[in-house]
C-alpha cells in the first residue's frame, strides 16, 4: 500500500495552458505585473496629467510632454487628458514642464502610475534631485 495520496481528477489532468510564458514582450507593464509580479522590472516613474489650456505656452508643454518616454492622450466623455510619464533621466524636462502645468487648476501628479499623498509636496522635489546641472 501506498503512503502517498492519490491524485485528484484536477492533477491527473494535461497542463493544457503551460504556467508560464516564455516571451511576455507582448504584454502590457500592467498586464505583467499582475500575471507575473517582478518578471520586468519597470523604471520608476512620476507622471503629469494635464487638459489642454488656453495660453502661449500650451505648445511648448505638449512639445515637452511628447518629449517623455511614455506619453498617451486619454479622452474622457469630451474632456481629453494628456499623461506624460518621466523617469530620472527626464528630470529635467519634467521640471519644465511642471513649471508650466502646476499651477495649473485639475492637473495631477502620479507616482509610478498611482495617485499618492502628497506627490507634489514631496515626490516631486525628491525626484528633482535628479536633475544635473547643465553643462556650459
Known amino acids: ?6 491524485k485528484t481528477f484536477a ?13 511576455i514582450s507582448q504584454l502590457s507593464d500592467a498586464m505583467v505585473d499582475v500575471l507575473y509580479p ?10 503629469l496629467v494635464f487638459e489642454p489650456f488656453d495660453g502661449p505656452n500650451y505648445p ?3 512639445a515637452l ?5 511614455v506619453y ?15 523617469d530620472w533621466s527626464g528630470a529635467r524636462d519634467l521640471v519644465k514642464l511642471y513649471e508650466i502645468v502646476g499651477p495649473i487648476t485639475g492637473t495631477e501628479v502620479l507616482v509610478d ?3 499618492v499623498p502628497y506627490a507634489r509636496e514631496l515626490w516631486l522635489p525628491l ?4 536633475v544635473r546641472e547643465e553643462p556650459s
Do not use: C, T, Y
Open 1 to 6: 500500500m501506498s503512503s502517498g495520496r492519490a
Open 11 to 23: 492533477d491527473r489532468l494535461p497542463a493544457v495552458v503551460p504556467k508560464e510564458e516564455a516571451d
Open 38 to 47: 517582478g518578471r520586468r522590472p519597470r523604471p520608476f516613474r512620476i507622471e
Open 60 to 62: 511648448r508643454a505638449l
Open 65 to 69: 510632454a511628447r518629449s517623455s518616454p
Open 72 to 86: 498617451r492622450e486619454q479622452r474622457e466623455h469630451d474632456r481629453l487628458f494628456h499623461h506624460a510619464a518621466f
Open 113 to 115: 502610475g498611482k495617485r
Open 127 to 130: 525626484f528633482w534631485l535628479f
